[in-house]
Nanobody, 115 residues
Framework: QVQLVESGGGLVQPGGSLRLSCAAT????????MAWYRQAPGAQRELVAS???????NYADSVKGRFTISRDNAKNTVYLQMNSLQSEDTAVYYC?????????WGQGTQVTVSS
């Protein structure tokens, strides 16, 4: 059974940092393009960052310079380091893996930025 399990979300003050993790079971993340999406209340799900099998990264303009996506193939885990968090970053964050004709999603982890 394939599972992507996110962790690391929570409540943080503006300007703070969080690191999200996405641990996979049942698949080898190294063969997938991995991404983080987020969905704020009343908004559509949007792409935050992605990383290819070769390690190339892409970011939404709103998070460039603040967020960093990375992958540890040995741990079968993808990370999203989020710095200088703003209230606009409040959302449920989802891990996504695409490859071999499949598309997998995690259950999401809540990130709330508030003072």
């Amino acid at each position: 059974q394939v599972q992507l399990v996110e962790s690391g979300g929570g409540l943080v003050q503006p300007g703070g940092s969080l690191r999200l993790s996405c641990a996979a079971t049942g698949i080898r993340l190294m063969v997938y393009v991995m991404a983080w999406y987020r969905q704020a209340p009343g908004a559509q799900r949007e792409l935050v960052a992605s990383i290819t099998r070769g390690g190339s990264t892409n970011y939404a303009d709103s998070v460039k310079g603040r967020f960093t996506i990375s992958r540890d193939n040995a741990k079968n885990t993808v990370y999203l380091q989020m710095n200088s968090l703003q209230s606009e970053d409040t959302a449920v964050y989802y891990c996504n893996g695409v490859g071999t004709g499949k598309d997998y999603w995690g259950q999401g982890t809540q990130v709330t930025v508030s003072s």
